[in-house]
Structure formats: C-alpha cells, structure tokens
C-alpha cells in the first residue's frame, strides 16, 4: 500500500490559500515581461534563492513586492486558472480562496480588474475540472479599520462574487479587535467570518476573533493549544482550523516538521485541516502539505482521511456539494 498515492487521489477541499501566493516566479517573470516591468532578480532560480524567511514579516515584505506584475483582468485571470490546474492535479474538488484587495486598489488596480478576472477564472475551473470555488475577501490588518470598511464598500456592488471576509497581513499589534465594526457589516451583508489568528499572535488574538469578530472558521490557529480553556472550547464548538504545514515551517512558526501541532489537534478533538497558504512561496501545494506530515510518519491514512473529511465539511459549500465530496 501506498500512503503517498492514497494521499495524491483523496478527494479534498482547500480552505486557506492566498491567490496573490500562487504566483509561481515563472508567471511572475511572464506578467512582467507583459507588463513592461523590471524585476529585482535576472532569473527565476534568483527569486526562489531570496525566499528564505525567518518570520511572517519577512515574508510579507517580498509577498507584496512580488504582486506588482499584477494588473490587468488577465494577470488575475492567468493567475487564478494557474491555481485551479494545479489544486485540480492535487485532487482537489473544492476551494475557497483568499485575496488581498488592498494590495491592488492601492497601487491603483481597479476591484473590478481583480474580482472579475478571479471570477473569471473560477467559471472556467468548474467547466474544466468540476471544481468549484469561493473567493474570501481579506482586509489587510497592518493597515486602519476604516481602510477596510472603505474595500468592503468597494466590495458591495459585486458582493455575487464573494462569500465571505477574512484578515490576514502582519498578526503582531493588529489584533481582530481593531477591526470589530468591519465584520461587523459584513455579517450584516450575510458574508461568512474568518480571521487568520494564533499564527504568530497568542490564543487571546483567537479568542477576540471568536468573541468580537464572531468568525466562522479560524486561519491558523496553531497557538490555540497553548490554551487549554480554549482548545476545549475549539473542540466542543466544531469549529474548523484551516492550518498550513509548509508555511508554518518555513515562516519559523513551527521550528521543526516534527513538532508540527497537527497530530496534537486531532488527539484534541480539534477539527484540523491541511492547506497550502501560499504555495508558491512556502514549497508545495495541498498535497504536498500533507505529505510532509506522513513522510514523518506523523499522521496516519486514517488521519488523512480524517484531514479530507474535515475540509469537506469545513468549507462554505452548499450540503448538497458537500454531500457529493463525502
Ligand atoms: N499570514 C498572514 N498573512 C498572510 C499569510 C499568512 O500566512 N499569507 C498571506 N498573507
Ligand atoms: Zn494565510
């Protein structure tokens, strides 16, 4: 028997992927070449030699930089349908997709460039692969809340084309709080709740985004475990926890793969899952994730049918899609 191929072929949904964190260097060269960009690296080899980060931020700083080739609708577009092929290979069925507005509209990229061009991408995913697919709309938490009632108003003319909110940029001082009135108009506009928490911030960052935000599933959260009151409280809600491997090691938030609190969460109860976040930057994609996790014998075929069952039941889609993927 083969755990990598029973792996390779489990259908699964993925639940926490940044779509500005898909852009292999090889697009990346291609949209700035169409673009009329210069890049700050001759080679793609050069820009996987620079991703070398020893905390989110430093991440961040080159994730951001990275995004500029992006602007026009078939930069988005291309983008996008680059994603879906590679999730489709990795058997995944069903995606919920974060995107970063901010980091477009303020460099003056119309929202209409981006969300039609995702959209796009999205119709052309389920005619080609039957795979279906939410865009969730993160506001950057480093910059002010009125920044993101400002997107989200940008937002509400295409608010079809979204299921939800989350919160994602540099955790550390920007805690969900600051951002209490936001979510607050987005669940008034019916949108799902989500907050990347405990990544780098401590468990009381997920507890505000349980008590103030109201989130509906949390991003991360791998700090969590170091609350007890809390972890029994994660266990007893159901609420899924959409953690990412590759980049939690990469980002120095776990030290070392062998210690990766995944194993910990399913002992726990918790309704862990297993997403890329930005595979292009971090190594791998979906399936990779949870290769590096069995390669280390740290979770079993059960675990990762367990791991699946989980995204499936996780994710936003409707009952009648879930029961399909079940
Ligand atoms: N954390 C916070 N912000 C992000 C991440 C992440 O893992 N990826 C892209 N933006
Ligand atoms: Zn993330």
């Known amino acids: 028997y083969d755990l990598d191929a029973f792996v390779a072929s489990l259908p699964k ?3 926490h992927v940044h779509i500005e964190g898909t852009l292999e260097p090889e697009l990346m060269f291609e949209l700035a070449r169409r673009n009329g960009i210069t890049l700050p690296f001759d080679s793609v080899d050069a820009i996987r030699a620079a991703y070398d980060f020893s905390n989110l931020q430093d991440f961040l700083d080159i994730y951001y930089q990275g995004a500029d080739v992006l602007r026009t609708e078939a930069d988005f ?5 680059a994603y879906f092929a590679r999730a489709a290979a990795d058997t995944v069925r069903h995606a919920e997709i974060f995107f970063d507005p901010q980091t477009h509209t303020d460099r003056g ?27 969730i709309l993160c506001f950057l938490r480093h910059l002010p809340e009125q920044a ?20 994602d940029s540099s ?19 019916g949108l799902k709740l989500v907050a990347h928490a405990g990544e780098e911030g401590p468990p009381d960052y997920v507890c505000e985004a349980l008590d103030i935000l109201g989130i509906d599933r949390v991003d991360h959260g791998n700090r969590s475990l170091e609350d007890e009151a809390l972890t029994q409280r994660l266990a007893a809600s159901g609420l899924t926890l959409t953690v990412c491997p590759l980049s939690n090691h990469k980002l120095c938030v776990v030290e070392d793969m062998n210690t990766h609190p995944i194993p910990h969460m399913l002992k726990r109860g918790l309704k862990a899952t297993i997403n890329s976040d930005d595979p292009a930057y971090f190594g791998g994609y979906v399936n990779d994730n949870f290769l590096a996790l069995t390669g280390l014998r740290l979770i079993s075929r059960a675990d990762c049918v367990t791991l699946a069952r989980n995204s499936v039941t996780g994710s936003f889609a409707t009952d009648a899609r879930k029961t399909e993927l079940l």
């Not at 993101?148 to 919160?167: C, N, Q, R, S, W």
């Not at 001082?173 to 987005?186: D, I, L, Q, T």
């Open 77 to 81: 577009y291309d983008l996008a349908i």
């Open 109 to 135: 990229i119309a929202y209409e460039t981006v969300i039609n061009g995702l959209h796009r991408a999205q119709l052309e995913a389920e005619a080609r692969w039957g795979l279906t697919s939410g865009l």
């Open 148 to 167: 993101a009632l400002e997107t989200l108003e940008m937002a509400v003319p295409h608010l079809d084309k979204i299921i939800g909110v989350g919160l």
């Open 13 to 15: 949904a993925e639940l």
């Open 171 to 189: 955790e550390v001082g920007h805690p969900p709080s600051k951002f209490a009135r936001v979510f607050a108009r987005a669940r008034a506009l």
